[in-house]
């Protein structure tokens, strides 16, 4: 068995053939047997071919080893692009074909961009899965604001765009929860402060006990958001605006009872003045009262205390107080014309004070309520009082337009003639209403009895009988003047006959009637029967009146006696009841 081999000398390289010749010469020259060279040809063939499948075996495994990387890239490649949601990028091959290391080539930068891509995703979920976790953990109170967590592990199976979208989304919904929380939180803190100064409480102790983080020296991105600081911050806020109305109450309540003993005791306003911060709120509603330490503890201490000298202030000036009150009753009748025997009253009250059982604030209650009944049935006669005093001023006006009627130089060009003939005018038209004012005023005297089940007396007399009787009058004044009409037409007749007969006209005689009565009006104190408007003419043991405004008059004249004495018997006769109320 030989070995194909040549030497080629123009080349001078050293091969198989040359090695073999060489090897051959050797051979000969030693002296080896063909059987010798023939082991040690096939010996030599046996390890070329052992060489040759070493190589073939080295690049095989070589060529598997580049198909699974091939096959891993292709399968990496793939689940990078579903990963990232990718169904494909732009310049991969899609062929197949060229060889192994040509197609690991092509693959390899494609493969890379999307590994960069993942990289950058998964730090993009890391973040915003992080955020939302830290913002969930505010919320929840596990995590405090400013404490860090640990990074998320991410799953890297879906890194898609859709994917992060949802966790954004997420994220801005609680970015939005945890700012709506933030200004709820401050919304809070801001009222507990707000509070806090109106009551004259510490606001940082009080907001601090709920969170340390409410503090303001903490800045609003560190404040604690939780459902439980919300809830506390709440509750606080709704206690201390429970405090507040509380407190609210009391000083209202000092104030009122404050402003009732100043009035009491009529104090100065130096002394009221002290005390102007209390009772500035007394009408004040709760969310007007915002001054700082308005409803301070203290100032309500203080308002009690006063409140409590004032009382005891008070009981060592009893009789004086009560006599004020006694004195505004007394005001509130004599305005209405309702007679009312004082000095009984006045007896009652000292006695009640000077009795051993005496209660000062039992004896003002008494008062206050006997000063209410009385504007009640002050209130009631307000109507008919009204019509009463239209009445007395038409009688007035009544009296004086003859009194004007009986002057003989009323058309006389004097000074101020042409003001008291437009007065005249007035008069007559009012004297012409006076039947209608009195039947309406009898009308509704008569509706008020029947209600009140009662008489109503004017000044202790009987109004319907003083009407009764001013009727009565009118009448008989009526009769009179047209007495006095039929006798001057007989006289005028009788002076024209006497002038027929004897030819001259004789003097006429000055009636008697047109001339006033110097002594005392007929029908009690005017010509025409108007009533007195002082009616009662202090003739009923302690009784008060009032003039028309309402104020006590002693300088006006009184009524005749003649007029009010009969008033004033047939008052007594028929209602025993009228001098008390």
């Known amino acids: 068995m030989g070995v194909a081999g040549h030497n080629d000398p123009l080349i001078g390289e050293t091969t198989c053939g040359s090695l073999l010749q060489q090897l051959q010469l050797i051979w000969d020259e030693v002296g080896e047997s063909d059987e010798d060279r023939d082991k040690m040809l096939l010996q030599l063939e046996q390890e070329c071919l052992d060489v040759y499948r070493r190589k073939v075996d080295q690049a095989s495994n070589s060529r598997a080893r580049l198909l699974q990387q091939l096959a891993n890239a292709k399968s990496e490649l793939s689940r990078l692009l579903c990963a990232l949601g990718e169904l494909s990028i732009s310049g991969i091959p899609d062929k197949t074909t060229g060889t192994i290391k040509e197609q690991l080539e092509a693959i390899s930068p494609f493969l890379e961009k999307l590994c960069r891509e993942k990289d950058k995703r998964v730090r993009e979920f890391a973040g915003v899965q992080l955020q939302i976790q830290t913002i969930r953990g505010e919320i929840a109170g ?71 983080s409410l503090n303001d020296s903490v800045g609003a991105e560190f404040k604690s958001i939780s459902d439980a600081t919300l809830s506390k911050l709440s509750k606080m806020v709704i206690q201390l605006k429970e405090e507040k109305s509380k407190r609210l109450e009391r000083i209202q309540a000092l104030a009122s009872q404050l402003t009732d003993l100043w009035n009491l005791m009529d104090t100065s306003a130096d002394e009221r003045q002290l005390f102007d911060h209390v009772t500035c709120n007394i009408s004040s509603t709760l969310d007007e009262v915002t001054a700082p330490g308005a409803l301070d503890i203290d100032l309500i201490e203080q308002a009690e205390l006063e409140v409590e000298r004032l009382d005891q202030l008070k009981a060592s000036r009893m009789k004086d107080i009560a006599f004020k009150r006694q004195t505004e009753l007394e005001d509130i009748y004599a305005q209405a014309h309702i007679t009312i025997d004082t000095s009984a009253a006045r007896d009652r009250i000292l006695t009640v004070i000077d009795s051993s059982i005496f209660e000062p604030s039992e004896l003002l209650a008494d008062m206050e309520n006997q000063i209410l009944k009385a504007k009640e049935e002050a209130l009631s006669r307000k109507d008919i009082l009204e019509k009463v005093e239209r009445w007395m001023s038409a009688c007035e006006e009544e009296s004086w337009l003859e009194d004007y009627s009986q002057d003989d130089n009323r058309y006389s060009a004097t000074r101020g003639a042409h003001l008291n003939l437009k007065r005249a005018e007035k008069a007559r038209l009012l004297v012409s209403k006076i039947p209608v004012i009195v039947d309406t005023l009898m009308a509704k005297t008569r509706a008020w009895e029947q209600e009140h089940g009662m008489p109503f007396s004017y000044d202790g007399v009987h109004l319907l009988a003083m009407l009764d009787e001013y009727k009565v009058l009118r009448q008989q004044k009526e009769e009179e003047k047209r007495r006095m009409r039929d006798q001057k037409k007989i006289n005028d007749q009788l002076a024209a006959e006497q002038e027929k007969l004897f030819g001259s006209k004789p003097s006429p005689a000055r009636p008697q009637s047109s001339r006033k009565a110097p002594g005392p009006r007929a029908n009690g104190g005017a010509v025409n029967g108007t009533p007195n408007r002082r009616l009662s003419a202090h003739q009923n043991g302690g009784g008060r009146s009032v003039s028309r405004d309402g104020r006590r008059d002693s300088g006006r004249p009184a009524a005749p006696v003649n007029y009010v004495a009969i008033c004033k018997e047939e008052s007594s006769n028929n209602n025993p009841a009228a001098s008390s109320p």
């Open 142 to 212: 596990s995590l405090q604001v400013g404490d860090h967590m640990e990074t998320p592990r991410v799953n890297e199976d879906d890194l898609s765009t859709k994917k992060l979208n949802e966790f954004l989304s997420e994220l801005q919904a609680l970015q939005k929860e945890k700012s709506n929380r933030l200004h709820k939180i401050l919304d809070f803190v801001s009222s507990v402060h707000d509070l806090c100064s109106v009551l004259g409480m510490d606001f940082l102790s009080t907001v601090t006990e709920v969170h340390p």
